[in-house]
């Protein structure tokens, strides 16, 4: 089993109940949508719900639930500057009291180089 005071003397070691998830991460300048930014949503008297302005809004990524000054972020991957403004103006109708956005420049420490590759030991039952 591997704890915070000792790292795996080899990859099969790896406890397989420490993942919450393995999954691909898809280039979304690959599928059209260059334009990426982050909109810092704080909400109105009426709580946004993530799941479906997720499920609505197509240039929405991921999100965080965030306590501070905004109350949510999410990460978005937009065609153009048309479609951003368009996901702005969504946020609003959809009872956003503020929307800021910030374009992302690019990406400074890819996910690949933060996580680290372990390869996982198969079961006896596989």
């Known amino acids: 089993m591997v704890t915070a005071h000792r790292a795996p003397a080899r990859p099969d070691e790896v406890d397989l109940r420490l993942l919450r998830a393995v999954r691909a991460e898809v280039d979304p300048r690959a599928l059209g949508r260059p334009l990426q ?66 374009l992302v420049l690019r990406r400074l420490v890819p996910a690949a180089a933060r996580t680290p590759v372990v390869p996982l030991a198969r079961s006896a039952a596989s």
């Open 37 to 102: 930014a982050l909109a810092r949503v704080t909400q109105g008297p009426v709580p946004l719900d993530f799941e479906q302005l997720a499920a609505r809004i197509p240039a929405v990524q991921s999100g965080l639930a965030l306590a501070g000054e905004a109350d949510l972020e999410l990460q978005l991957a937009c065609v153009d500057q048309d479609e951003l403004q368009a996901v702005v103006a969504e946020l609003r109708r959809s009872g956003a009291a503020r929307v800021r956005i910030e």
